[in-house]
Nanobody, 121 residues
Framework: QVQLVESGGGLVQPGGSLRLSCLAS????????MAWYRQAPGKQRELVAI???????EYADSVWGRFTISRDIATNTVYLQMNSLKPEDTAVYYC???????????????WGQGTQVTVSS
């Protein structure tokens, strides 16, 4: 019903930047908050940043001041601008959205397939 597709991952040197995008498509009645999570090898998935429908944002302490989350409500797209990247930012990054497919649907959490970000020299 609701599909999330991430793009923009890749290999970058320490100190570099990347911009991730996540497009929500399919049958969408409304989208509430959208977020980025990440999962490094051998670690649990963790919240990186979240943005509400009203535009309020929150960040993990580890990325505060370096990452910026934003969204384009008109195109159902959420972005994650990542600056001053560190090797410890290496992970698979996942997009997540709380959305209702139809007016009668309850809100569900939807996930993208993930995009790999590798920070290495």
């Amino acid at each position: 019903q609701v599909q999330l597709v991430e793009s923009g991952g890749g290999l970058v040197q320490p100190g570099g930047s990347l911009r991730l995008s996540c497009l929500a498509s399919g049958t969408i009645f409304s989208i509430n908050a959208m977020a980025w999570y990440r999962q490094a090898p051998g670690k649990q998935r963790e919240l990186v940043a979240i943005i509400t429908g009203g535009g309020s944002t929150e960040y993990a302490d580890s990325v505060w001041g370096r990452f910026t989350i934003s969204r384009d409500i008109a195109t159902n797209t959420v972005y994650l601008q990542m600056n001053s990247l560190k090797p410890e930012d290496t992970a698979v990054y996942y997009c997540q959205a709380g959305a209702r497919a139809t007016m009668r649907s309850r809100q569900l959490d939807y996930w993208g397939q993930g995009t790999q970000v590798t920070v290495s020299s």
